[in-house]
């Protein structure tokens, strides 16, 4: 596991609403890292959950690891833990640089999720609005092509190649004021098997008022 660079100006990039949203670091996990935390994965396998949502052109099975606050009590002894103070790390890095700090009291969500082979993807779609500050992946299986959108029809802007080891964040919504410059993504076609450890943050105030019929940005 590696320590990334997070520049200043990256994160203001991330932030500016003409731009993606979107940052990207190849190989944040080396192959041990993703040897030790697949291993768990697959031991783990049982507790994933087909998710099936309205608008999702294809199924994601879902295992939820946790939910919480940030303390992370309930990750001591994991396999996971070292990645999520490394996560925790960066979280603070990117508030720092951000003009408007990062607000707190959130609840932190951990989810591993599986994206089977289809030749259907998923659809271009924003992530929910009670998902707020930033958004996380780290690429565990698989390789697959990322897409940002300029509209729903699929006029793309930037393509990233997501592969095993890679880590991403996503804009999310630093204040209500920011909702609609949630960016646009979605996957083309799944090749292989994708494994994706996600975290978010989520505002709890948020999630009946602002989620319904949200997924797809509408």
């Known amino acids: 596991m ?87 790390e960066m979280r603070e890095t990117i508030s720092k640089h951000s003009d408007i700090p990062f607000d707190t009291g959130n609840i932190l969500e951990v989810k591993i999720i599986r994206y089977p082979i289809s030749d259907l993807g998923v659809a271009a779609h924003r992530d929910l609005s009670s998902n707020v500050n930033m958004i996380t992946f780290f690429n565990l299986l698989g390789n697959v092509n990322f897409y940002t959108y300029k509209n729903k029809k699929g006029d793309y802007i930037n393509k990233y190649l997501m592969e095993a080891g890679d880590i991403s964040f996503m804009r999310a919504p630093r204040l209500n004021e920011e909702i609609d410059i949630r960016p646009l993504h979605g996957v083309a076609e799944v090749y292989t098997e994708r494994i994706v450890l996600a975290i978010r943050e989520i505002r709890t105030d948020l999630e009946e008022e602002t989620n319904k019929g949200n997924w797809r940005g509408f």
């Open 2 to 88: 590696k320590k990334i660079l997070i520049k200043k100006q990256s994160i203001i990039d991330l932030y500016n609403p003409k731009l993606d949203g979107v940052l990207k670091f190849k190989s944040f996990l080396n192959k041990t890292d993703l040897d030790i935390i697949m291993k768990e994965v697959n031991s783990n396998r049982h507790l994933f959950q087909t998710k099936e949502e309205k608008y999702i052109d294809n199924n994601q099975d879902v295992a939820l690891i946790y939910r919480g606050e940030f303390c992370l009590d309930g990750l001591n002894n994991s396999v996971f833990e070292k990645l999520f103070n490394q996560y925790i």
